[in-house]
């Protein structure tokens, strides 16, 4: 069971500081079935993902870059993956085996 410390962590490390979006228990289960740094690299992949949506925008000489927060996203995701992997976590998304079949004739 995930305890308090390793769920403020989690909170830490995604800039989630309260219960708005991820409540304590639905982080305690990231926690439970991925670790604090396999938890940290969903949470920031389901950002990635509302984040996706967001177009740069240039108006009134001002300019936004909202895509950069996707990209930013995805690159916190793919630190805390590599985290996880080293801590011995299971997540694994960063690489995939290709298996082809071979065709003897």
């Known amino acids: ?7 403020d962590e989690v909170r830490a490390n ?4 309260t219960d708005k979006n991820w409540s304590d228990p ?19 992949r389901r950002k990635a993902a509302s984040y ?7 108006e009134a000489g001002a300019s936004h870059a909202f895509s950069d927060l996707h990209k930013n996203a995805l690159e916190m995701a793919d630190r805390f993956e590599l985290l996880s992997i080293s801590d ?3 997540l694994g998304t960063t690489g995939r085996a290709k ?7």
């Open 1 to 7: 069971m995930a305890t308090q410390p390793e769920i």
């Open 14 to 17: 995604t800039d989630e500081p």
């Open 26 to 44: 639905g982080l305690g289960e990231l926690v439970d079935s991925n670790g604090v740094n396999g938890a940290s690299s969903i949470i920031w």
């Open 52 to 58: 996706a949506k967001l177009v740069d925008t240039s």
């Open 88 to 90: 011995g976590g299971a």
């Open 99 to 105: 298996v082809h079949v071979i065709d003897r004739e």
